[in-house]
């Protein structure tokens, strides 16, 4: 018994039909199952983004150690989640996903460090805006008095 295998449509308009025997055809499939079973056999463990989520933690310990959350509290806390999601990722082998995570958990943490500093800057500006305020009304008061 002969299996028609079909070829895509402009190659069939021209008649042709390719016929191989059902042991060809028969072999063909078992050597590709064979195949992809023992690809499937030499494939590893996924292996723990660990180089990302050590990143992620350095992140959040360097963000709580420059005080962040007084300044931005809800960074650091998406921070701390997505680093939790990631490590249950891990936990549940879910590789790309705990990688993701790990690295969306070390950028909000970057955040968080940037938007306190640039509040702190902030805090600094108007302090010395006052000094500088405060010097100006001394100085015409002075000029004043003479």
Known sequence: MAQTIH?????????????????????LIGTAMVSLLLLG????????PTAELQAAEQAITSAERA???DYASVELSEARDKLSAARSAVQ???MVKAQRLA???????ELASAKAEV??????????QKGTD?????M??????Q
């Open 92 to 94: 549940e082998e879910k």
């Open 67 to 69: 005080r962040v959350a």
């Open 134 to 138: 405060t010097l100006k009304q001394e």
């Open 140 to 145: 015409q008061r002075t000029t004043g008095d």
């Open 103 to 109: 690295q969306q958990s070390r950028v909000d943490a």
């Open 7 to 27: 070829l895509p449509k402009a190659i069939q308009n021209h008649s042709l039909a390719l016929r191989l025997p059902s042991v060809i055809t028969g072999k």
């Open 119 to 128: 509040a702190k800057a902030r805090v600094v500006n108007e302090q010395m």
């Open 41 to 48: 056999g030499c494939a590893s463990k996924p292996v723990p």
